[in-house]
Protein backbone atom coordinates (compact mmCIF):
# COMPACT_ATOMS: atom_id res chain seq x y z
CA UNK A 1 0.00 0.00 0.00
CA UNK A 2 2.58 2.30 0.91
CA UNK A 3 4.14 3.92 -2.37
CA UNK A 4 7.91 5.45 -2.23
CA UNK A 5 8.05 5.15 1.30
CA UNK A 6 11.38 5.96 3.00
CA UNK A 7 10.12 4.57 6.02
CA UNK A 8 -20.27 12.10 15.39
CA UNK A 9 -20.46 15.08 12.50
CA UNK A 10 -18.63 18.35 13.04
CA UNK A 11 -21.27 19.69 15.19
CA UNK A 12 -20.31 20.85 18.88
CA UNK A 13 -17.01 20.22 20.92
CA UNK A 14 -16.37 21.82 24.54
CA UNK A 15 -14.08 24.71 24.98
CA UNK A 16 -11.50 23.60 26.89
CA UNK A 17 -8.91 25.59 29.16
CA UNK A 18 -5.91 27.17 27.29
CA UNK A 19 -2.86 26.46 29.38
CA UNK A 20 -2.95 28.83 32.54
CA UNK A 21 0.18 30.76 33.18
CA UNK A 22 1.52 29.41 36.54
CA UNK A 23 3.11 31.36 38.98
CA UNK A 24 6.55 28.77 38.81
CA UNK A 25 10.35 29.10 38.51
CA UNK A 26 10.57 27.46 34.89
CA UNK A 27 9.69 27.72 31.51
CA UNK A 28 9.34 24.52 29.40
CA UNK A 29 12.42 23.54 27.92
CA UNK A 30 14.25 25.67 29.69
CA UNK A 31 14.30 29.46 30.49
CA UNK A 32 16.00 30.96 27.32
CA UNK A 33 13.13 29.78 25.28
CA UNK A 34 10.78 32.37 26.55
CA UNK A 35 13.80 35.02 25.75
CA UNK A 36 12.74 37.46 23.25
CA UNK A 37 15.11 37.34 19.72
CA UNK A 38 17.31 34.73 18.65
CA UNK A 39 18.49 32.42 21.10
CA UNK A 40 21.66 30.26 19.91
CA UNK A 41 25.07 29.33 21.23
CA UNK A 42 27.44 32.39 20.91
CA UNK A 43 29.76 29.79 19.54
CA UNK A 44 27.45 29.22 16.98
CA UNK A 45 28.02 29.70 12.93
CA UNK A 46 25.98 32.11 11.68
CA UNK A 47 21.93 31.76 11.23
CA UNK A 48 20.51 31.62 7.59
CA UNK A 49 20.31 35.34 6.73
CA UNK A 50 16.67 35.30 5.08
CA UNK A 51 14.30 34.02 8.03
CA UNK A 52 10.94 35.96 8.46
CA UNK A 53 8.88 33.22 9.86
CA UNK A 54 7.29 34.34 13.07
CA UNK A 55 8.31 31.58 15.06
CA UNK A 56 10.98 28.80 14.43
CA UNK A 57 13.26 26.03 16.69
CA UNK A 58 15.86 23.71 15.72
CA UNK A 59 16.35 20.57 18.10
CA UNK A 60 17.84 17.03 18.08
CA UNK A 61 15.73 14.50 17.71
CA UNK A 62 17.60 11.79 19.65
CA UNK A 63 18.82 14.34 22.28
CA UNK A 64 15.91 16.40 22.80
CA UNK A 65 18.53 19.51 22.72
CA UNK A 66 17.19 22.66 20.87
CA UNK A 67 20.09 24.24 19.21
CA UNK A 68 18.63 27.06 18.44
CA UNK A 69 14.99 29.11 18.52
CA UNK A 70 13.16 31.97 17.36
CA UNK A 71 10.33 32.76 19.86
CA UNK A 72 9.81 29.30 20.96
CA UNK A 73 6.69 29.52 23.03
CA UNK A 74 5.08 32.22 20.68
CA UNK A 75 1.40 30.84 20.16
CA UNK A 76 0.06 30.68 17.22
CA UNK A 77 -2.41 29.15 14.97
CA UNK A 78 -0.82 25.56 13.58
CA UNK A 79 -2.94 24.82 10.84
CA UNK A 80 -2.54 20.88 9.42
CA UNK A 81 0.51 20.82 11.97
CA UNK A 82 -1.82 19.92 14.46
CA UNK A 83 -2.71 16.54 12.58
CA UNK A 84 0.66 15.48 14.30
CA UNK A 85 -1.26 15.16 17.46
CA UNK A 86 -4.17 13.82 16.23
CA UNK A 87 -1.95 10.57 14.60
CA UNK A 88 -0.22 10.49 17.87
CA UNK A 89 -3.19 10.54 19.80
CA UNK A 90 -5.42 7.71 17.82
CA UNK A 91 -2.72 5.87 15.31
CA UNK A 92 -2.69 2.86 17.88
CA UNK A 93 -6.50 3.05 18.48
CA UNK A 94 -7.66 1.10 14.86
CA UNK A 95 -6.45 -2.02 13.19
CA UNK A 96 -4.72 -0.76 9.78
CA UNK A 97 -6.85 -3.41 8.28
CA UNK A 98 -10.15 -2.40 9.68
CA UNK A 99 -12.89 -1.24 7.61
CA UNK A 100 -15.09 1.75 7.37
CA UNK A 101 -18.09 2.36 4.54
CA UNK A 102 -17.96 6.14 4.56
CA UNK A 103 -21.35 7.54 4.90
CA UNK A 104 -22.91 11.17 4.29
CA UNK A 105 -23.36 11.76 7.70
CA UNK A 106 -19.46 10.66 7.97
CA UNK A 107 -18.96 13.88 5.42
CA UNK A 108 -21.78 16.18 6.67
CA UNK A 109 -19.47 18.38 9.13
CA UNK A 110 -15.91 18.63 6.67
CA UNK A 111 -16.30 22.07 5.57
CA UNK A 112 -16.13 23.60 1.91
CA UNK A 113 -12.73 24.85 0.96
CA UNK A 114 -10.89 22.48 3.53
CA UNK A 115 -8.18 20.21 2.34
CA UNK A 116 -9.51 16.68 1.54
CA UNK A 117 -8.17 13.46 0.14
CA UNK A 118 -11.65 12.65 -1.83
CA UNK A 119 -13.87 10.66 0.58
CA UNK A 120 -16.88 9.09 -1.06
CA UNK A 121 -20.20 7.58 0.87
CA UNK A 122 -20.41 4.55 -0.34
CA UNK A 123 -16.97 3.39 -0.68
CA UNK A 124 -15.36 1.40 1.85
CA UNK A 125 -11.78 2.31 3.15
CA UNK A 126 -9.16 0.41 5.70
CA UNK A 127 -8.20 2.50 7.94
CA UNK A 128 -4.90 2.67 6.83
CA UNK A 129 -6.04 4.08 3.69
CA UNK A 130 -7.79 6.81 6.04
CA UNK A 131 -4.64 7.36 7.51
CA UNK A 132 -2.64 7.86 4.10
CA UNK A 133 -5.62 10.46 3.40
CA UNK A 134 -4.35 12.10 6.62
CA UNK A 135 -0.62 11.95 6.25
CA UNK A 136 -0.73 12.72 1.99
CA UNK A 137 -3.50 15.15 1.08
CA UNK A 138 -4.09 16.05 4.97
CA UNK A 139 -7.38 15.30 4.20
CA UNK A 140 -9.96 16.55 7.05
CA UNK A 141 -12.67 14.76 5.66
CA UNK A 142 -10.31 11.45 6.51
CA UNK A 143 -9.59 13.19 10.02
CA UNK A 144 -13.43 13.40 10.45
CA UNK A 145 -14.27 9.35 9.14
CA UNK A 146 -11.99 8.34 12.39
CA UNK A 147 -12.72 11.21 14.98
CA UNK A 148 -16.38 9.70 14.08
CA UNK A 149 -14.78 6.21 14.71
CA UNK A 150 -13.66 7.45 17.48
CA UNK A 151 -16.68 8.58 19.01
CA UNK A 152 -16.96 12.12 17.62
CA UNK A 153 -15.59 15.27 18.00
CA UNK A 154 -15.60 16.37 21.40
CA UNK A 155 -14.18 13.21 22.79
CA UNK A 156 -11.52 13.09 20.29
CA UNK A 157 -10.35 17.19 20.86
CA UNK A 158 -10.87 16.14 24.75
CA UNK A 159 -8.05 13.41 24.39
CA UNK A 160 -5.90 15.30 22.21
CA UNK A 161 -5.72 18.17 24.61
CA UNK A 162 -5.28 15.43 27.48
CA UNK A 163 -2.65 14.02 25.09
CA UNK A 164 -0.91 17.63 24.54
CA UNK A 165 -0.98 18.00 28.16
CA UNK A 166 0.89 14.67 28.81
CA UNK A 167 3.72 15.75 26.26
CA UNK A 168 4.19 18.35 28.03
CA UNK A 169 2.91 20.86 25.11
CA UNK A 170 1.20 23.56 27.50
CA UNK A 171 1.48 26.20 24.20
CA UNK A 172 -1.15 24.04 22.71
CA UNK A 173 -5.03 24.77 22.96
CA UNK A 174 -7.16 22.77 20.96
CA UNK A 175 -10.46 23.16 19.15
CA UNK A 176 -10.69 20.92 15.92
CA UNK A 177 -8.84 17.71 15.77
CA UNK A 178 -8.12 18.96 11.95
CA UNK A 179 -6.30 22.15 12.96
CA UNK A 180 -8.85 24.37 10.66
CA UNK A 181 -8.77 27.88 11.51
CA UNK A 182 -10.77 28.26 15.18
CA UNK A 183 -10.72 30.70 17.28
CA UNK A 184 -8.64 29.96 19.96
CA UNK A 185 -6.80 27.06 18.63
CA UNK A 186 -3.05 27.37 19.23
CA UNK A 187 -0.02 25.91 19.23
CA UNK A 188 3.69 26.94 19.13
CA UNK A 189 7.12 25.90 17.71
CA UNK A 190 8.17 24.15 20.56
CA UNK A 191 5.22 21.93 21.58
CA UNK A 192 5.19 21.24 17.49
CA UNK A 193 9.17 19.83 17.85
CA UNK A 194 7.66 17.64 20.40
CA UNK A 195 4.38 16.50 18.73
CA UNK A 196 7.17 15.16 15.68
CA UNK A 197 9.78 13.72 17.89
CA UNK A 198 7.34 11.43 20.02
CA UNK A 199 5.40 10.86 16.26
CA UNK A 200 8.75 9.89 14.95
CA UNK A 201 9.13 7.58 17.45
CA UNK A 202 6.25 5.20 16.35
CA UNK A 203 7.49 3.03 13.24
CA UNK A 204 3.68 3.69 11.61
CA UNK A 205 3.60 7.34 12.20
CA UNK A 206 7.21 7.30 10.72
CA UNK A 207 6.32 5.89 7.67
CA UNK A 208 2.91 7.85 6.68
CA UNK A 209 4.66 10.52 6.67
CA UNK A 210 7.46 9.65 4.77
CA UNK A 211 5.15 8.10 2.36
CA UNK A 212 5.46 10.44 -1.00
CA UNK A 213 2.57 8.58 -2.86
CA UNK A 214 0.38 5.78 -2.73
CA UNK A 215 -2.70 4.23 -4.44
CA UNK A 216 -5.99 5.12 -3.06
CA UNK A 217 -9.13 4.30 -3.29
CA UNK A 218 -12.37 5.49 -5.84
CA UNK A 219 -15.49 4.92 -7.12
CA UNK A 220 -16.14 1.65 -8.73
CA UNK A 221 -13.80 -0.06 -7.81
CA UNK A 222 -11.03 2.32 -9.07
CA UNK A 223 -8.10 3.50 -7.46
CA UNK A 224 -5.70 6.38 -7.69
CA UNK A 225 -2.34 7.74 -6.96
CA UNK A 226 -2.37 10.40 -4.00
CA UNK A 227 0.75 12.73 -3.83
CA UNK A 228 2.23 13.91 -0.28
CA UNK A 229 2.08 17.63 -0.23
CA UNK A 230 4.73 18.07 1.81
CA UNK A 231 6.76 19.59 -0.96
CA UNK A 232 10.18 18.89 0.83
CA UNK A 233 9.15 15.66 0.28
CA UNK A 234 7.97 15.05 -2.68
CA UNK A 235 9.71 17.70 -4.70
CA UNK A 236 6.85 19.13 -6.12
CA UNK A 237 5.91 22.90 -7.22
CA UNK A 238 9.79 23.70 -7.56
CA UNK A 239 11.08 22.84 -4.35
CA UNK A 240 14.01 20.55 -4.26
CA UNK A 241 13.40 17.54 -2.16
CA UNK A 242 15.48 17.65 0.75
CA UNK A 243 18.46 15.11 1.33
CA UNK A 244 17.39 12.71 3.75
CA UNK A 245 14.26 14.34 4.71
CA UNK A 246 11.91 11.12 6.74
CA UNK A 247 8.50 13.66 7.08
CA UNK A 248 7.16 15.38 8.92
CA UNK A 249 3.94 17.48 8.52
CA UNK A 250 3.09 20.63 6.75
CA UNK A 251 0.03 23.31 6.72
CA UNK A 252 -1.49 26.22 5.93
CA UNK A 253 -4.52 28.26 6.22
CA UNK A 254 -5.43 31.90 5.23
CA UNK A 255 -5.15 32.79 9.59
CA UNK A 256 -2.05 30.37 10.35
CA UNK A 257 -0.05 31.25 6.63
CA UNK A 258 2.24 28.26 6.08
CA UNK A 259 3.17 25.93 8.49
CA UNK A 260 5.41 23.47 8.74
CA UNK A 261 7.64 20.54 10.70
CA UNK A 262 10.47 18.79 9.09
CA UNK A 263 12.77 16.45 9.82
CA UNK A 264 15.94 14.71 8.30
CA UNK A 265 18.96 12.35 9.03
CA UNK A 266 21.96 12.93 8.18
CA UNK A 267 25.49 10.92 8.87
CA UNK A 268 22.81 9.42 11.52
CA UNK A 269 21.79 12.04 13.41
CA UNK A 270 18.12 13.38 13.16
CA UNK A 271 16.86 16.85 13.33
CA UNK A 272 13.65 18.58 13.82
CA UNK A 273 12.97 22.43 12.42
CA UNK A 274 9.48 24.03 13.11
CA UNK A 275 8.47 26.51 11.14
CA UNK A 276 5.40 28.97 11.69
CA UNK A 277 3.62 31.84 9.36
CA UNK A 278 6.86 33.05 7.07
CA UNK A 279 6.45 36.76 5.67
CA UNK A 280 5.31 35.54 2.34
CA UNK A 281 5.33 32.98 -0.26
CA UNK A 282 3.95 28.98 -0.44
CA UNK A 283 7.20 27.77 -1.06
CA UNK A 284 9.17 29.99 1.71
CA UNK A 285 8.09 27.84 4.60
CA UNK A 286 10.30 24.55 3.01
CA UNK A 287 13.25 26.87 2.21
CA UNK A 288 13.37 28.34 5.62
CA UNK A 289 12.99 24.78 6.98
CA UNK A 290 15.52 23.23 4.40
CA UNK A 291 18.16 26.18 5.60
CA UNK A 292 17.65 26.14 9.48
CA UNK A 293 18.38 21.79 8.40
CA UNK A 294 21.34 22.82 6.92
CA UNK A 295 22.43 25.14 9.65
CA UNK A 296 21.87 22.36 12.13
CA UNK A 297 23.68 19.54 10.47
CA UNK A 298 26.82 21.79 9.90
CA UNK A 299 27.11 22.50 13.65
CA UNK A 300 28.04 19.27 14.40
CA UNK A 301 26.93 17.10 17.54
CA UNK A 302 29.26 19.21 19.97
CA UNK A 303 26.93 22.81 19.88
CA UNK A 304 26.21 23.90 23.02
CA UNK A 305 22.33 23.62 23.33
CA UNK A 306 19.90 26.60 24.17
CA UNK A 307 17.12 24.43 25.78
CA UNK A 308 15.28 21.02 25.67
CA UNK A 309 12.58 18.97 24.17
CA UNK A 310 11.25 17.19 27.26
CA UNK A 311 9.99 13.96 27.97
CA UNK A 312 6.37 13.24 27.78
CA UNK A 313 5.01 12.68 32.02
CA UNK A 314 4.16 9.80 31.35
CA UNK A 315 7.52 8.14 30.42
CA UNK A 316 9.25 9.40 32.81
CA UNK A 317 9.71 12.85 31.96
CA UNK A 318 9.92 15.50 34.77
CA UNK A 319 6.78 17.58 35.40
CA UNK A 320 6.89 21.14 33.49
CA UNK A 321 5.07 23.80 34.43
CA UNK A 322 4.22 27.09 32.39
CA UNK A 323 5.74 30.53 33.78
CA UNK A 324 4.31 33.50 32.89
CA UNK A 325 7.40 35.15 30.75
CA UNK A 326 7.61 38.63 29.47
CA UNK A 327 5.82 39.03 26.16
CA UNK A 328 8.15 38.97 22.90
CA UNK A 329 9.69 41.92 21.98
CA UNK A 330 7.05 43.44 19.38
CA UNK A 331 4.42 40.61 20.08
CA UNK A 332 0.97 41.92 21.52
CA UNK A 333 -1.43 40.12 24.35
CA UNK A 334 -4.24 39.21 23.25
CA UNK A 335 -7.60 37.49 24.30
CA UNK A 336 -9.29 34.75 21.92
CA UNK A 337 -12.15 37.38 21.28
CA UNK A 338 -9.97 39.93 19.05
CA UNK A 339 -6.34 41.76 18.88
CA UNK A 340 -4.84 39.34 16.84
CA UNK A 341 -4.70 38.64 12.81
CA UNK A 342 -7.99 38.45 11.94
CA UNK A 343 -9.33 39.20 15.40
CA UNK A 344 -7.58 35.60 16.05
CA UNK A 345 -5.31 35.45 19.49
CA UNK A 346 -1.28 35.51 19.12
CA UNK A 347 -0.14 35.14 22.37
CA UNK A 348 3.37 35.76 23.85
CA UNK A 349 5.45 33.75 26.27
CA UNK A 350 5.64 30.05 27.99
CA UNK A 351 2.45 29.45 29.02
CA UNK A 352 1.12 32.72 27.99
CA UNK A 353 -0.66 35.16 30.40
CA UNK A 354 -3.99 34.69 28.46
CA UNK A 355 -6.62 32.04 29.66
CA UNK A 356 -8.94 31.47 26.82
CA UNK A 357 -12.85 30.99 28.26
CA UNK A 358 -14.29 28.31 29.48
CA UNK A 359 -18.20 27.14 28.27
CA UNK A 360 -20.12 24.58 28.06
CA UNK A 361 -19.93 23.74 24.02
CA UNK A 362 -19.16 25.78 21.22
CA UNK A 363 -20.43 25.04 18.10
CA UNK A 364 -17.48 24.66 15.22
CA UNK A 365 -18.28 27.41 12.80
CA UNK A 366 -15.63 26.59 9.88
CA UNK A 367 -14.33 29.66 7.90
CA UNK A 368 -15.24 29.03 4.19
CA UNK A 369 -12.00 30.79 2.78
CA UNK A 370 -10.69 28.94 0.28
CA UNK A 371 -7.27 27.44 0.65
CA UNK A 372 -4.55 26.61 -1.66
CA UNK A 373 -3.86 22.94 -2.92
CA UNK A 374 -0.92 22.19 -0.94
CA UNK A 375 -2.74 21.74 2.69
CA UNK A 376 -5.19 22.79 4.91
Known amino acids: MLAAAAAAPLAAAPILAAPAAAATHGVVGGA ?28 DHDSG ?12 APASTLKMLFADTLLDRF ?23 GLRAGVTYTVEQLWLGVFLRSGNDAVQV ?28 VVSPDGYDQPGQLSSAYDLALFARHGLRDAGFRAYCATRTARFPDEGGRTRVIENTDRLLSGSSGVTPYPGLIGVKNGFTSNAGNTFAGAATRAGRTLIVTVLHPESGHNAVYEETAALLD ?19 SEGGKKATAAAAPPYPGVRQASSAGGGPNGWAMLGGAGGAVALAVGGAYALRRRRTRQAAQDS
Open 295 to 313: WGFAQGSSARPVGTLVEAS
Open 95 to 117: PRTERRTVTDADLAGVPSGSSLV
Open 146 to 173: LARMNGGVAKTVAEMQARAADLQALDTH
Open 32 to 59: RLAAGGVQADAGAAALPRKLTARAWLVA
Open 65 to 76: EVLAAYRAHLRL
